[in-house]
């Protein structure tokens, strides 16, 4: 979507907003994807409403954007969006009070905030009651994201000012503390900092990535690359697989397959994590250093999902050589589930750049930074598919 399209007068603004809003009523009741529509109406109203106010004032307002990100944390640490009905009648503001122990003043300026940006309703004076938006947050995998991004997200992103000046604006392709080390005062990266210091953070991070809200960032691997077309006694590695969630799902879903989770602290998680006593008796936790020599060789699948983000290139380049030294030509294949800076670039997708810059010090890579990347591990190592989403996701399927 280009600034082209959309108009700059308030009168041309207005009709096409009413232009494109029959569009989306018409084709969302015929089934046909909006996604369009809702790209164009979203930044219309964003182009009416930056038209319409005196300048100072809209850049003040999305300087200011961050109290919404405070107003929604606040509701999530002291719960209260699981303490407002959902049906009947509206939660006061002084039930909230009671029944968080918080402070009066301190509620009402979480909730007026939400309010103002349509989450959460108020029928009347202080008295709140639920919305599509705000029922979303009763979704425990969604509101973890969300926390985590509220909180955080935010920490980290305030730092981004103080890395960017010590870095002299620019972004080191070798290890670095990272705007994230700096707000949270550690030397660990942010994956061993929640799996090491902060285990509640580290918790929450955990179902918040196991949330599938965004059908293109988060939806399963499977959906994207056909395990189908493996053998069905197939053998797949999950190198730094954390505590194996993509591998427990896609042993559940594939019950002739079996499955080793690599990770630097691989424990084999309860019984209860597993879809079933069959699913872990295929399955096996592996302690595994991705920097040193992969000790499964030949196997069918080799799974990278979202590890190149907290890593230089050169890091990088070892961790795919050790995986290429391991595959059977023309048999292995290593599947990189990842993210690529798009020439069009939509605003969320920008904003997620600029949260891993924060999160990792390290943007999306470019199409050609990844080829080179891979070519540079293993000149036999070769893009065989790739799948490119416009929220940035990238996942290749690469052969030697």
Known sequence: ?????????????SAFIAHHTAKYTAKLKEGINV????????????????????PEDWTNEVAWGFSASIA???????????????????TSLEDLVELTGGSRALIKCAMTQCVFYCIFDEPSPEAYQHNARSRCLLNRGFADWIHYSV?????????????????????PDTRHK????????????MYLYYHEEDKVRGARFDSAMNNDYDEQLFRPIESVFDFGHLSPDALVVDVGGGKGHHAIRLAGKN??????VQDFQAKTPPMNHASSESTLERMKWQQHDFFTTQPVIGASLYLLSRIFMDHPNDDCREIVKKIADAMTPNESILLVDDF?????????????????IASFGRPF??????????SAANANLKIDQSWLFESGRAVFKLMK
């Open 1 to 13: 979507m280009g600034d082209s399209q959309i108009p700059k007068d308030p009168e041309a603004l």
């Open 35 to 54: 996604e369009e529509e809702i790209n164009l109406i979203s930044a219309s109203c964003r182009a009416l409403q930056a038209s319409v106010n005196v």
């Open 72 to 90: 929604i944390s606040l509701i999530l640490d002291m719960g209260i969006e699981k303490m407002i009905s959902s049906e009947g009648s509206p």
């Open 151 to 171: 909180d955080d997200g935010l920490r980290s992103g305030s730092n981004i000012g103080k890395y960017a000046r010590l870095n002299k604006f620019q972004i």
């Open 178 to 189: 990272t705007a994230f080390q700096m707000a949270f005062e550690t030397d660990q990266s």
């Open 255 to 260: 019950p002739q397959m079996s499955f080793i």
């Open 340 to 356: 690529i800076e798009n020439t069009v670039v939509p605003v969320k997708t920008n904003a997620l750049n600029l949260h891993i």
């Open 365 to 374: 890579r470019t199409m050609k930074e990844w080829e080179d990347l891979f």
